[in-house]
């Protein structure tokens, strides 16, 4: 079942057209991860869904609800951690927590159990009574995303929640996320970072210029990109010569008895490669299947050069 649904979405700020007839379907209980250069709508796509501001033209749906015409059913079924910290620093962690349990109306027992749990859920009860203030940034970006989680929402939308921190609170926050996505709950990830899209992502799509030009599994996409290769090592210097001439392979290592047949890592093309292999009686020591990454997905299918 969709979590999330868009139709034909558009949006403009004046003559500039920032989201232009997006489609797109997240499943319950996945995380789906919006990549795209900076300025090309991510954050507005994000702030449309959650119904801070109004779309031009589309369907849109969140949680079964319509977003244009059910926004406050919409809201109750969502979470949301913006860009920039949504704390008061002058507050401890626990007050904190304690606002958004008040802003969700829940009761004085409801509230008390739902902050102890999220404080010892994100690692926050020794800093629970301490300012904001004195927070680092991945105690801090924790904390926002625990007052999201307040109101137990099933869907949250995180727009580049790992921004700014270091790898290790970046890891941690990635845990978190998981941990979330295995309770069930839809995630609608934007992010600049491709390794977490990689990590974290069921699903991926790539927003350029107000378009998404592509969707699929960071796997799919990977085989979109050229370069895909699998890489095969032979046992002597015959069999490398053999393989040579068999296979005739654009990529070859005399030196380490390598080479380099392409591929787009699928399983299809790897058992057709292994078929041939036997078929020929050829032998390999070593096979690895490598491909492109995000990284090079995100180069090839963007459109922007970089300043």
């Known amino acids: 079942m969709a979590a999330i649904t868009v139709a034909g979405l558009r949006r ?11 489609d797109l379907d997240v499943d319950e209980g996945t995380i789906f991860a919006l990549l795209g250069p900076n300025g090309v709508g991510k954050t507005t796509m994000v702030q449309i869904l959650s119904t801070l501001i109004q779309p031009d033209a589309g369907e849109l749906r969140v949680g079964g609800h319509d977003v244009v015409r059910e926004p406050d059913a919409v809201r109750r079924a969502i979470g949301v951690t913006g860009q920039f910290s949504a704390v008061d620093g002058l507050l401890t962690g626990e007050e904190n927590l304690a606002m958004m349990a008040d802003l969700c109306h829940l009761d004085r027992v409801a509230a008390r159990s739902r902050i102890e749990l999220l404080l010892t859920d994100f690692d926050l009860v020794d800093a ?29 939308f995180l727009d580049e929640p790992t921004t ?13 996320i998981r941990d979330l996505v295995a309770g069930g709950v839809t995630i609608f990830l934007t992010t600049q970072y491709l390794e977490e899209a990689d990590q974290l992502a069921d699903r991926v799509a ?48 005399p030196e380490a008895l390598a080479v380099q047949v392409p591929s787009d890592g699928s399983v ?40």
């Open 206 to 253: 790539v927003l350029d210029h107000g378009t998404l030009v592509a969707q699929g599994t960071p796997a799919e996409l990977k085989r979109l990109v050229p370069g895909g290769h699998v890489r095969l090592k032979l046992r002597d210097a015959d069999e490398f010569e053999y393989a040579v001439r068999v296979l005739d392979p654009p990529v070859r290592d």
């Open 12 to 22: 403009s700020y004046g003559d500039k057209v920032v989201l232009d007839g997006v």
């Open 268 to 307: 299809r093309s790897l058992r057709a490669l292994l078929d041939r292999l036997d078929q020929s009686s050829i032998e390999v020591d070593e096979l690895s299947v490598h491909l492109p990454d995000l990284d090079d997905v995100f180069l090839a299918l963007t459109s922007r050069v970089p300043a």
């Open 128 to 156: 629970a009574r301490k300012p904001v203030a004195t927070y680092s940034g991945g105690m801090r970006r924790r904390l926002d995303l625990a007052m999201t989680l307040v109101g137990d929402p099933r869907i949250i």
């Open 164 to 176: 700014g921190l270091d790898p290790r609170s970046r890891r941690t926050m990635w845990h978190i």
